[in-house]
């Protein structure tokens, strides 16, 4: 980790083999009943998999390179933890295929921007790069979806301990990545900082394209769909929004000396792993996390 890090990190632990009732009904708007909250959700669990596979694979790149042996054991771990996101979203996005979602389509719209695009015409040190921003995203929107019950609190328990699940190992391996670029590929800092301008462009876009043909295939027409994102955008990026907690931490991935563990972990974190370890039910650990959200 970076001398320059304030806060000791969390041990990274992989859990697996975790169930989160996918077996018995969900409602197919589970977030509210709100079909724009629910989709763009279900939008992001569609750019998951693949998603994780291109992590992996592009830290992988430089693993041989690694000598330390805390970063090779973290990498390891993160590794396991990434692959069991991909598995734990897979498994959710068969049930999005029998709601006549085309999530096969979808995916593969991923794994080709992913894998034929971006893995084979960019330099390994900027695909790592891109993988690092992508952590440092994904790190701060967990925060940001459980600290306010506003945001996830009308969810299915279900898709809220899955999500909650996702967002406390996010938390946990979130400088992996970073320390990859910072300690081995000797990524320097105009590459890091494009990488996190392209990863929030095509995250955004991504995800926003996909929630749009969600709705669209759920039937709703296009004066409804600009309706619903005209109200549903607002959840995302607006006063009390998705987004509006996690601004001033995505701002400070810019400044030349951050390190990813300058920021302290959510104390719904604790929570969480608390909660999971007494437990072993993630649902369980999921509701804690609910009760604990301001």
Same mark, same amino acid.
């Given at each position: 980790?970076? /001398? &320059?890090?304030?806060? *000791?990190?969390?041990?990274?632990?992989?859990?697996?083999?975790? !169930?989160?009732?996918?077996?018995?009904?969900? %409602?197919?708007?589970?977030?509210?009943?709100?079909?724009?909250?629910?989709?763009?959700?279900? $939008?992001?669990?569609?750019?998951?998999?693949?998603?994780?596979?291109?992590?992996? &694979?592009? #830290?992988?790149?430089?693993?041989?390179?690694?000598?330390?042996?805390?970063?090779?054991?973290?990498?390891?771990?993160?590794?396991?933890?990434?692959?069991?996101?991909?598995?734990?979203? &897979?498994?959710?996005?068969?049930?999005?295929?029998?709601?006549?979602?085309?999530?096969?389509?979808?995916?593969?719209?991923?794994? @080709? @921007?992913? +894998?034929?695009?971006?893995?084979?015409?960019?330099?390994?040190?900027? /695909?790592?790069?891109?993988?690092?921003?992508?952590?440092?995203?994904?790190?701060?929107?967990?925060?940001?979806?459980?600290? =306010?019950?506003?945001?996830?609190?009308?969810?299915?328990? =279900?898709?809220?301990?899955?999500?909650?699940?996702?967002?406390?190992?996010?938390?946990?391996?979130?400088?992996? *990545?970073?320390?990859?670029?910072?300690?081995?590929?000797? #990524?320097?800092?105009?590459?890091?900082?494009?990488?996190?301008?392209?990863?929030?462009? $095509?995250?955004? +876009?991504?995800?926003?394209?996909?929630?749009?043909?969600?709705? =669209?295939?759920?039937?709703?027409?296009?004066?409804?769909? #600009?309706?619903?994102?005209?109200?549903?955008?607002?959840?995302?990026?607006?006063?009390?929004?998705?987004?509006?907690?996690?601004?001033?931490?995505?701002?400070?991935?810019?400044?030349?000396? +951050?390190? %990813? @563990?300058?920021? $302290? %972990? !959510?104390?719904?974190?604790?929570?969480?792993?608390?909660?999971?370890? =007494? !437990?072993?039910?993630?649902?369980? *650990?999921?509701?804690?996390?609910?009760?604990?959200?301001?």
């Amino acid at each position: 980790m970076s /001398t &320059s890090a304030a806060y *000791a990190h969390p041990d990274i632990v992989p859990r697996e083999k975790l !169930s989160f009732g996918f077996d018995r009904d969900i %409602p197919k708007y589970w977030l509210g009943g709100d079909a724009f909250k629910t989709r763009f959700c279900d $939008a992001m669990s569609t750019i998951f998999p693949e998603g994780e596979r291109f992590f992996i &694979s592009c #830290v992988r790149d430089f693993r041989d390179q690694v000598t330390d042996p805390q970063l090779q054991e973290e990498i390891k771990h993160f590794m396991r933890q990434e692959g069991q996101h991909g598995i734990v979203h &897979s498994q959710f996005n068969e049930h999005l295929t029998k709601q006549g979602i085309r999530v096969a389509r979808l995916e593969g719209v991923m794994k @080709w @921007w992913l +894998f034929d695009v971006l893995r084979k015409y960019l330099p390994k040190k900027h /695909t790592l790069a891109l993988t690092a921003a992508s952590e440092h995203l994904t790190a701060i929107m967990a925060e940001a979806l459980f600290t =306010r019950k506003t945001v996830m609190g009308d969810a299915d328990p =279900r898709m809220f301990a899955m999500y909650a699940w996702h967002a406390m190992e996010e938390m946990e391996h979130k400088a992996v *990545a970073f320390d990859v670029m910072q300690k081995v590929a000797k #990524v320097w800092y105009p590459r890091r900082v494009l990488a996190l301008v392209e990863t929030t462009l $095509a995250f955004n +876009f991504n995800v926003l394209s996909f929630t749009n043909a969600m709705l =669209r295939r759920d039937g709703f027409s296009r004066w409804q769909r #600009v309706k619903l994102f005209a109200k549903g955008l607002g959840w995302v990026y607006g006063p009390g929004g998705m987004f509006m907690g996690c601004w001033r931490a995505y701002w400070r991935y810019y400044k030349p000396g +951050f390190h %990813p @563990w300058q920021d $302290a %972990p !959510s104390p719904l974190y604790q929570v969480w792993v608390e909660a999971f370890n =007494r !437990s072993g039910d993630p649902v369980e *650990a999921g509701r804690e996390v609910y009760a604990a959200a301001t």
